[in-house]
Structure formats: structure tokens, C-alpha cells
């Protein structure tokens, strides 16, 4: 998720679940707060779209809008919109690293809820909406809809379900260091290194993430804190969790651990989500039997009048 283990390329995605589209996007310009933007792209066929799935991918760099595999024929029936948008300084063909490295969770929350604003003024009659989110951008969504909770609790009742792969529940700081230990000493302590000094040619070769971003992760609130928050103002969203008991780049037993904990919560009528996992024989990027599972889940959801 973070941090490639040697020269390995890491999967910021789950499976190959975008595909290319016979409908094209449009796009807009949206405010990420200090001086950055994100390109939004929407897909989307008329005015008629009633469900909008606003989807965000892991950490990296690389262009974020394509469609989700087994949503084309929902857009193209005009019954559903998609939303993506990229990360500050990436385009489609090129990356501007020195923008790229000023953005931070913050940044990313910031881009969804004016890409979010944006979507909702060319798709009117939306009724439901729908968070996907892989790895990093599980915890993304997870704070926009804690935000939305916050500050437009009207538009957050539309929030229907959060299809969550890969989430890294743990505080930040321990994240990295589940991803570290298999690694040798020395390179650990590398990577602590080259973060102090804000090293972007390290950092970029590990994992595409810029030094602010982490910097300003590990002092932020985790997600399970973001969950929990959530619990207390009860959400009306489904949280669907998928997750490989072989992922070495967030830890499993962080979300059997909160999944117990929220089962009791629920049990004695105490704050909690309403909440499903699923578990498998797999690593970070999921498998075959996780992205049919979720075929059927996001094209039951969509297929609702």
C-alpha cells in the first residue's frame, strides 16, 4: 500500500477492477485547498442517474479515471454515475512531481468533497451514493463520509453503503511499521531516515508517497478512530468489508479485532456501524473469488429501483 517491498511494483489497486469505457468522461478542476487542484471525472449518460459511486484507489502515482469493471452497463442505462479524480500534479500522460508531493490525506478529503459537490450538479436526481474505496482510499472515503456526517448530514443520509478492500484500520505509524519488519534492518531504518529529511527520491522509489502526506498521516486520527466517531453519530450507511488474510501491507487482525469489538457494541445496543466482512486466502490486492463477490454486491445495489 505504502511502501514497495524491494523493486516490486505495489498493486494500488484491487485486481484489474477498471476497464476501459465505451462512455467518456467529463471533467473538472476541483479545489484541494492550499493552491492545489484535482481533475474530477465523471461518467455519466444524461441527467437521469439516481446512484452515483464515487470510487478511490490506493497510494501512487498514476491517473485514476477509469470505470469500475461491471458498472458500464449501469452508466450506460443512465441508472448510475461514477466519479474519480486524480491526485494533485497527475495528468494523464505526465506527473508534476513538485506539485505531487505538497498533498496529504487532507488534500485527497478536500478534492472528494468538491468533486462530490461537483457530480451531485450535473446529476440531480441522485438518490443514493455509493464509497468505493482500496487501501488508502478505504481510509479517504471513510473520513469524507465522517465529513459529510459533520457538515452536511442531509447530502450523508443519501450515503447508502462504503465498499471498503484492504483498509488500513491501524494508526499510521503502525501501518508502516507492519510493512517494515519483514524488511532488513537496515533498510528500515532507511526509510526512517530518508522520511525525517524529506527524501522524495527515496520515498518515490519505496512507494510513490510523498513525505508531508506521511508526515501528516501518522499524526492524524486513524481510521478505526474515524469509525469509531462514525458509530457515535448513527450512520446510516452499510460498511462492506473485504480483506485478504495474507496482506502484508495492512493487517488483517486489526479489522477482525474491530469487527468483534463492534459485534459486541451492537449486542448491548451500544453506538456501532452497521458492518459485514469477508475474508480471503489472499494478499493485498485481493483475488478472483473477492472481485466476483464484489461484482454481485455493487450490481445488486445498482439493479434497486
Known sequence: MFIKPGPAVL???????VCFAKVSPIHQSVEGGDDLKCMAHL???????????????????????ALLDGIEPFVENGSA??????????GAELTDDSIFIRHTQNTMVECAMNSLDW?????????????RGHSEGALLVTKLYRRLIEE????????????????????????????????PKERQKAFWTALEKCDWKFLKEWGETPCNYIKEAIS???????????????????????????????????????????????????????????????????????RQDFLRMMRAELAKP
Open 220 to 290: 492524524a486520527p486513524s481510521m478505526t478512530d474515524s469509525l469509531n466517531d462514525i458509530a457515535q453519530k448513527s450512520p446510516g450507511a452499510r460498511f462492506e468489508f473485504s480483506h485478504g488474510l495474507k496482506d502484508a501491507n495492512t493487517d488483517p487482525r486489526i479489522l477482525k479485532d474491530f469487527e468483534a469489538k463492534n459485534r459486541a457494541a451492537a449486542e448491548k445496543n451500544a453506538p456501532h456501524i452497521n458492518m459485514t466482512c469477508r475474508y480471503y486466502d489472499a494478499g493485498h490486492s485481493l483475488n478472483e473469488a473477492s
Open 152 to 183: 452536511k448530514p442531509e447530502l450523508a443520509k443519501k450515503v447508502t453503503g462504503l465498499w471498503l478492500t484492504s483498509a488500513p484500520l491501524a494508526p499510521w505509524k503502525a501501518v508502516l511499521e507492519f510493512q517494515l519488519k519483514p524488511q
Open 43 to 65: 461518467y455519466i449518460q444524461g441527467a437521469t442517474p439516481t446512484n452515483l459511486v464515487l470510487e478511490i484507489q490506493g497510494t501512487g502515482i498514476y491517473p485514476n479515471a
Open 81 to 90: 454515475a461514477q466519479l474519480n479524480f486524480d491526485k494533485p500534479g497527475i
Open 11 to 17: 498493486a494500488f489497486c484491487f485486481l484489474a477492477e
Open 119 to 131: 457530480a451531485l450538479s450535473k446529476a440531480p436526481k441522485i438518490r443514493r451514493i455509493f464509497f
